[in-house]
């Protein structure tokens, strides 16, 4: 009989402790699925690369410069592959 009571008591008092535990849970997934959300509604939208449809030398190219010699703007790339 002693032993009956004393395992209602525990179960009575383990109760609310299991209801706190299912709220925390519920609470946490509701926050995953929240961040989920707003990173999922973020995302960086696709890039659309552009290609010409000719990719062809121009006639002056020589193989080491690419445009008229007398460009506003020059580019010189150095590059080691050691």
Known sequence: MARRRR???R?????PQQGVLWVLGGIAVLAVLLVAGIV???RPEP???????DLKPPPNADGKAWGPP???VVIQE???FQ
């Open 7 to 9: 395992n209602r008591r």
């Open 11 to 15: 179960a009575a008092s383990r109760a």
């Open 40 to 42: 999922w509604l973020n």
């Open 47 to 53: 890039v659309q690369v552009v290609v010409p449809e």
């Open 70 to 72: 007398d460009a506003p």
């Open 78 to 80: 150095y590059s080691d």
